[in-house]
């Protein structure tokens, strides 16, 4: 499957906005978007005023970078969002936070999302007890989501749960630090989402 693979702070500059892609990098002083906030590149620091669909794109692509996900993948999941009841923009949103290597960040067992679904390729996580190596799964509620019982020892995951006992997790998702595990209690709203996305521009931009 295609990724980024670029320097991921230029992304945050591109878009004005800090997007955590680097974990708890982007919380310490060496976060290049507090250093450079303005835009990369020779006519970064031009001011532009952008137009209405300037604006529906840029909605687009901060949560396509903060999910960590390319364009086919997006417009399909728009696509399922569309065929779900209910607010297309805020289905986008869920069906974006369900994705597994989201849930393994929220959950802690990663710094970044980017992190998250190297643990997933890499075969680290279970869900009900069966191991899954796709970031993009889409979990349901009532889900349980572990580390592998041969991946626990590894070196990465040790002491993971004296971390765990100090991480506090979005309040649709039960955190068991002991046996660093983690359940889908249910789907999270829209106030629960804490991206800086205005879902609905995305939603205009994809009905032109």
Not at 25 to 31: L, T
Not at 90 to 109: A, K, P, Q, T, W
Not at 182 to 195: A, L, S, Y
Request: glycine fraction near 8%; include cysteine; proline fraction near 2%.
């Amino acid at each position: 499957m295609a990724k980024y693979t670029e320097a991921v702070c230029r992304l945050c500059r591109r878009e004005g906005v800090k997007l955590f892609l680097k974990g708890d990098r982007c919380y310490g002083n060496k976060c290049a978007f507090d250093i450079r906030s303005y835009a990369p590149g020779q006519h970064g620091q031009a001011r532009k005023k952008l137009s209405e669909y300037g604006m529906q794109v840029r909605e687009k692509q901060k949560a396509k970078r903060i999910y960590g996900i390319l364009e086919r993948q997006f417009r399909n999941i728009f696509a399922r969002a569309e065929r779900q009841s209910g607010m297309t923009g805020v289905n986008l949103l869920i069906l974006l936070e369900r994705r597994l290597d989201n849930v393994v960040y929220r959950l802690g067992f990663a710094n970044s999302r980017s992190q998250a679904r190297q643990i997933v390729t890499h075969g680290h996580i279970a869900i009900n007890g069966k191991r899954v190596d796709i970031p993009s799964a889409c979990v349901k509620v009532g889900d349980v989501i572990t580390i592998g019982e041969t991946s626990r020892n590894k070196e990465c995951f040790k002491g993971m749960a004296e971390v765990l006992a100090k991480k506090t997790v979005p309040a649709w998702l039960v955190l068991d630090a002991q046996n660093v595990s983690g359940k889908v209690d249910r789907f999270p709203t829209r106030e629960e989402i804490d991206v800086p996305v205005v879902e609905q521009s995305i939603v205009e931009l994809y009905s032109k």
